[in-house]
């Protein structure tokens, strides 16, 4: 295979730390003769503390050019005062942005050995895995008009406005059935028709997608406070579920307390297909910077690990190697090894260097 060359942010707090493990990761693959080739760069505070933003112009053009960029976490408190456009986050925001990162995919996955850190019954997480595919650029978030007015009577008047195109609903809706059609073949497409007229245009487009491109992938509508309860009810029942910004905000923050640990969550941010039908793409664990455990080698690489393999399935269509990496954290915990955030009794403590060699050890086990 050719050599890929993507784009390393490790950014702030445990960032470089989890993005360390991945690197080590991108080492053994590389002893495969699969050459992924990082380049590195600064983002967030770690950006502000040297160019004084917190996302060079270079940074941004280097992460346009190169279209894949794997990303630790950003923020901390000695940010905390920054002017707004300044912060550490907005380094984040501007990336999704100028990469036209329009669907934010958020896998639940419960591994069988995590299945008790649920908050529901074992029998109803044990082996889930769906994904929430949420619109990232549009909808009420972005709508206009928006604001916080006074009136002549002196109360307040606060407007968002939820907003979307045919074109908008159409480019989500086609990359949930192209993750489907990897996956379980189903696609759940939520919004709030009974209620709502963007709603009715979801659905319409939705429906209209799937009949003239991929009538084979099974696809059912539901209002979004169903999805909610049937998150919570009955979650195996889903494979992808499509849905706009602010539900899916929601309903991916819900699926994600169904695995129980924010240090094991990946996601993966993606823009339109290019002229050389390749997506720019942004990876990342869903959590944060950890400033309260930062620098003390304990934090969860596994999140950051399980983005990385996300990264091999989409960026780097090696869907193999991306189920291998999965299978090699999964082992992993089987085995009883865990970090501190997702200690269990009679389990063994690992620092995060320690989990990251277990992880190697799994992939050579498998190989
Ligand atoms: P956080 O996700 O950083 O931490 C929440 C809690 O989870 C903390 O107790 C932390 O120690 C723990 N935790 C998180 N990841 C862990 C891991 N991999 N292993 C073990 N424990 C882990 O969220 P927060 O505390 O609300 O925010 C801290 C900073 O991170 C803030 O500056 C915030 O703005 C920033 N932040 C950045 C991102 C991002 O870069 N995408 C996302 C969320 C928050």
Redesign the pocket.
């Known amino acids: 295979m050719s050599e890929r060359t993507i784009l390393f942010l490790p ?5 470089p730390e ?1 993005m360390e493990e991945v690197r080590r990761v991108i080492g053994w693959y590389a002893k495969r003769q699969i050459a992924i080739r990082i380049e590195e760069d600064l983002v ?1 505070g770690a950006a502000y503390d040297r160019y004084g933003t917190p996302l060079a112009e270079q940074t941004l053009e280097k992460a346009k050019t190169i279209g894949t960029v794997m ?7 000695q ?2 005062s920054l002017p707004f456009e300044k ?3 907005r380094g ?1 925001l501007r990336l999704r942005k100028e990469l036209g990162l329009f669907a934010n995919l958020r896998p639940a996955m419960v591994f069988p050995a995590l299945a008790d850190a649920s908050s529901l019954k074992r029998e109803l997480v044990e082996g889930l895995d769906i994904l929430i595919l949420r619109e990232l650029t549009g909808g009420v978030y972005f709508g206009e008009p928006r604001g916080i007015e006074v009136l002549p009577d002196g109360q307040k008047r606060a407007v968002d406005t939820q907003v979307y195109t045919t074109g908008e609903i159409e480019r989500i809706a086609r990359v949930a059935f192209e993750l489907a059609r990897v996956r379980q073949n189903k696609v759940t497409s939520v919004e709030k028709a009974n209620v709502m007229h963007t709603g009715v245009l979801w659905r319409e487009v939705v429906q209209a997608v799937h009949d003239r491109e991929f009538p084979d992938v099974a696809l059912e509508h539901m209002y979004a406070d169903n999805c909610a309860m049937q998150l919570v009810r009955k979650p195996k029942q889903f494979d992808v579920i499509v849905t706009d910004n602010l539900f899916g905000d929601l309903l991916s923050d819900c699926a994600a307390m169904l695995t129980g ?3 094991m969550l990946p996601s993966a941010s993606l823009g339109a297909p290019g002229p050389d039908g390749r997506r720019k793409a942004l990876y ?10 930062a620098g003390r080698g ?7 690990i399980l983005s990385f393999a996300m990264l091999l399935r989409y960026s780097l269509e090696l869907p193999a190697e991306a189920a291998r990496l999965e299978q090699a954290v999964a082992r992993v915990l089987e085995q009883g090894y865990r ?4 200690m269990q009794p009679g389990c063994t403590q690992l620092s ?1 260097a320690a989990m990251g060699t277990q992880v190697l050890a799994a992939l050579d086990a498998l190989s």
Not at 11 to 15: A, E, F, L, R
Not at 71 to 77: K, L, M
Not at 284 to 293: K, L, N, Q, Y
């Open positions: 950014g702030d707090g445990i960032g989890v967030g990303f630790g976490a950003v923020g901390g408190p940010y905390d912060k550490p986050e984040l640990s924010l240090g990342e664990p869903v959590h944060g910077s950890a400033p309260d455990i304990i934090a969860n690489p596994l999140a950051c970090t501190a955030d997702i995060t």
